[in-house]
């Protein structure tokens, strides 16, 4: 098998990754880089190559790894499309934030052929198997094998969710790690901990912009005051915890408990004595664009608790002192990197969704770590 590089390796973002074996060609995600609305927003692939890509996996529905959907779609891909039943039901919103109109257009007309995991299917030589990420309902690792060699693609996971089940990924050759938090060895219970003080230190409210799947579940489960939460974001978030063959055994009947409590805010009202959870996390989409520009205008409470690309409100706050930052692990710190790699037996590990500079400094944990990959590169599995 042949590996190529077409976003989220030596860069965080748009992650896409091409396979070939045999003949056949897929991609695993579709993802954009919203730190960036130039060449590089889309993945780094070609209409001939495009063309050419037999199939299409999505692991999730998040923008950086089901984006571009659309945009393929518009260039040149017309193969399969792969994703569970939960990434379906989520990929046109995040589509309608950050793709155009026509690129979302494209990819409503299309059909997906739907992943349940656990179950192995092929596409022409390549076995594949998924198996739960326990990063949102929906999310799946890759596991692809053919001519004798293995590739393990963990898309993001979270080991230790409080919230997400997640399965053992089998052995592979080569494994593509979740490197997102890059030399982070924080644990979750610390990260929670802290997020539970800060909202103590603010019984006025907070606005907590935060991804309508995954993070926004999580931070149900976590908080132990008032919450309140947009009204779009009532039915996905009430089939999240319906989900529950994706969570941990018990914990649905705590999220349903949680979640009929929750007050709702609407744009044109005060913003609540409540932690207010508003899609998305970055103030790029949602009713997060308002509610940030209402917390800054009123001087708020805002705690930001996941990545933050540059230029986005959020960013902005956050340089302007006008909100605090606590993350709330959605990814893998290092030493359940470290874990994940050693379970996997792999050769060679490469790290996707973090920087090249950010990888460097990972292969002293991860000893097998092959860096300095980036968009454009190829390696044999």
Aim: aromatic residues 4%.
């Amino acid at each position: 098998m042949k590996l190529t590089v077409h976003g989220g390796i030596g860069e965080k973002g748009r992650t896409c990754v091409g396979i070939e074996h045999g003949g056949t060609r897929l991609l695993l995600d579709v993802g954009v880089d919203t730190s960036t609305q130039g060449i590089a927003y889309h993945p780094a692939i070609t209409r001939a190559e495009l063309e050419r890509i037999d199939a299409i996996i999505v692991t999730h529905a998040h923008e950086d790894h089901v984006a571009a959907l659309g945009w393929c779609l518009a260039n040149g891909f017309s193969g399969r499309i792969l994703m569970t039943t939960e990434s379906v039901a989520e990929t046109d919103a995040t589509l309608a934030a950050y793709a155009t109109p026509h690129e979302r257009a494209l990819a409503q007309a299309a059909t997906a052929e739907i992943i349940a995991p656990g179950t192995d299917f092929a596409l022409g030589p390549i076995a594949i198997r998924t198996g739960r990420s326990g990063h949102v309902v929906g999310g799946i690792w890759c596991h692809l094998s053919a001519g004798g060699r293995s590739l393990g693609y963990c898309g993001d996971v979270v080991p230790d969710s409080p919230v997400f089940a997640m399965d053992a990924l089998p052995p592979s050759d080569l494994l593509l790690i979740d490197a997102s938090y890059g030399a982070d060895r924080i644990p979750a219970i610390e990260r929670g901990a802290a997020i539970k003080g800060w909202l103590a230190a603010h019984p006025q409210g907070a606005v907590l912009p935060t991804p309508l799947s995954g993070r926004s579940v999580e931070l149900i489960g976590l908080i132990e005051g008032p919450i309140a939460i947009h009204p779009s974001m009532r039915e996905a978030l009430a089939q999240q915890i319906a989900a529950s063959t994706w969570l941990k055994p018990g914990v649905a009947d705590v999220l349903s408990t949680r979640f009929a409590e929750a007050l709702l805010w609407e744009e044109g009202q005060a913003l609540p004595h409540a932690a207010l959870l508003v899609d998305d996390g970055m103030g790029l989409a949602g009713p997060s664009r308002v509610a940030l520009a209402q917390a800054r205008r009123e001087r708020h409470p805002v705690l930001l608790t996941g990545g933050i690309p540059k230029g986005s409100p959020a960013d902005l706050m956050l340089t302007a002192g006008e909100a605090d930052w606590l993350r709330f692990p959605t990814h893998p710190t290092l030493p359940e990197n470290i874990a994940i790699a050693a379970a996997s037996g792999a050769s060679r590990i490469l790290a996707h969704s973090c920087d090249a500079a950010t990888a460097a400094t990972l292969a002293a944990g991860i000893p097998k770590l092959v860096t300095g990959l980036k968009p454009g590169d190829t390696i044999e599995i």
